[in-house]
Antibody
């Protein structure tokens, strides 16, 4: 059973960089066929696919965030991270990490972390 | 991007009754080479992350009760709960994974007890 747990700051100032980490347990971050994915959900809204990383280095980002987004893997810690630069209030959301078994749907999800962008 | 539209936005159903949620895509999600519909359904209970219910439009995920079923093909899909239980109160989302990312979701359907 794969488990995922997000961590990071709950409050970020506008124009700063948001960094979130997703710790993976019950499976290896390097396992073939696992696409490690980030989603977000604005308050009271629906789900938004942000991006994923697979094979430890191949990434695919949402075009709407591509210029500000980096997803990376830290193999030694069995975790992956999201880095979003120049945040604004529009980036205030619940952020979820998840595992996509190379299909497009996500079968394991973290509990989520609420990030507020405010001065 | 493929646009996913769910109906209704909200639904109230009596305990033990049937609940049906619809999802329509702006283009076909049926991939001819494998004859699969690239559509998933998720349940999101209040204060919880999404939970995968159905994938390939009709395959129940591990541990999902058999009162949940998915049907449809091409552009029109349904999620049915055959006998509503109290723990089924949630928002339900459909998601397409036919196209290259970004994968897109419907706006959600809020299911409550009547």
């Amino acid at each position: 059973q794969v488990r995922l747990q997000e961590s990071g700051p709950g409050l970020v100032k506008p124009s700063q960089t948001l960094t979130l980490t997703c710790a993976v347990s019950g499976g290896s971050i390097t396992s073939a066929g696992s696409y490690w994915t980030w989603f977000r959900q604005h308050p009271g809204k629906g789900l938004e696919w942000i991006g994923y990383i697979y094979n430890s280095r191949t990434t695919y980002y949402s075009p709407s965030l591509k210029s500000r987004l980096t997803i990376s893997v830290e193999t030694s810690k069995n975790q992956f991270s999201l880095r979003l630069t120049s945040v604004t209030a529009a980036d205030t959301a619940m952020y979820y990490c998840a595992r996509d078994p190379n299909t497009g749907y996500s079968d394991y999800w973290g509990q989520g972390i609420l990030v507020t962008v405010s001065s | 991007d493929i646009v996913m539209t769910q109906s209704p936005d909200a639904l109230a159903v009596s305990l033990g009754a049937r609940a049906t949620i619809n999802c329509k895509s702006s283009q076909s999600l049926l991939y001819n080479s494998d004859n699969k519909n690239y559509l998933a359904w998720y349940q999101q209970r209040p204060g919880h992350p999404p939970k995968l219910l159905i994938y390939w439009a009709s395959v129940r995920a591990s541990g999902v009760p058999d009162r949940f079923s998915g049907r449809g093909s091409g552009t029109d899909f349904t999620l049915t709960i055959s006998s509503l239980q109290a723990e089924d109160v949630a928002v339900y989302y459909c998601q397409q994974y036919y196209s290259d990312p970004p994968y897109t979701f419907g706006q959600g359907t809020k299911l409550q007890i009547k």
